[in-house]
């Protein structure tokens, strides 16, 4: 059984940088064709996908928001971090993690409960 | 980018009757090579991640009750419920996976009537 959990900081201030971190069991992200994404929903609005992270170690992002992404993984202790620099109001959000499989759905099939962050001073 | 378009935003409907939602991308999201529409549906109820549905557009992810039914291809889609159960009351979005960034329709909203 796949699972999927968020931990981070539930409020950061504007400029600041957010660390979040996904722990997941039940799959390898070394296995061939396992990735892992992160998508963020704003309150009432829908998803956008921010960042997914291969098996092979080939990372990518979305275009708007690449200079302020990073996600890398922690393959000892199947954890996945994505950092976000610089966070404003806009980005207030539930920050979800996700499983994809290349030779199944292709798509996320299994997400976490997601971690809500406010921006706030 | 490619845009995903949901219509209606949102829709009220009657137990047991047939619900449509329908999902329009901006570029044509079926790959030739394979003959498969990258496209998926998700459900989605208050305070929790969204639930895969459909996906190729018209595959049932495993678990997903036989009345939800996914049809189109290239850059039309539906979504079917063909019977709403109380359980069925949600925001339902349409995602394609064709290219990066992968996107999202803004939603659609079923109610009870």
């Known amino acids: 059984q796949i699972t999927l959990e968020e931990s981070g900081p539930t409020v950061v201030k504007p400029t600041e940088t957010l660390t979040l971190t996904c722990t997941f069991s039940g799959f390898s992200l070394s296995a061939t064709g396992v990735g892992l994404g992160w998508i963020r929903q704003p309150p009432g609005k829908a998803p956008e996908w921010l960042a997914l992270?291969?098996?092979?170690?080939?990372?990518r992002y979305s275009p708007s928001l690449q200079r302020r992404l990073t996600i890398t993984k922690d393959t000892s202790r199947n954890q996945v971090v994505l950092t976000m620099t610089n966070m404003d109001p806009v980005d207030t959000a539930t920050y979800y993690c996700a499983h994809r499989f290349n030779a199944a759905q292709y798509t996320f099939d299994v997400w976490g409960q997601g971690a809500m962050v406010t921006v706030s001073s | 980018d490619i845009v995903m378009t949901q219509s209606p935003d949102s829709l009220t409907v009657s137990l047991g009757e047939r619900t449509t939602i329908n999902c329009k991308s901006s570029q044509n999201v079926l790959y030739n090579s394979n003959n498969k529409n990258y496209l998926a549906w998700y459900q989605q109820k208050p305070g929790q991640p969204p639930r895969l549905l459909i996906y190729?557009?018209?595959t049932r992810e495993s678990g997903v009750p036989d009345r939800f039914s996914g049809s189109g291809s290239g850059t039309d889609f539906t979504l079917t419920i063909s019977g709403l159960q109380a359980e069925d009351v949600a925001v339902y979005y349409c995602q394609q996976y064709y290219s990066l960034p992968w996107t999202f329709g803004q939603g659609t909203k079923v109610e009870i009537k």
């Open positions: 190729w557009a018209s």
């Open positions: 992270l291969y098996w092979d170690g080939n990372k």
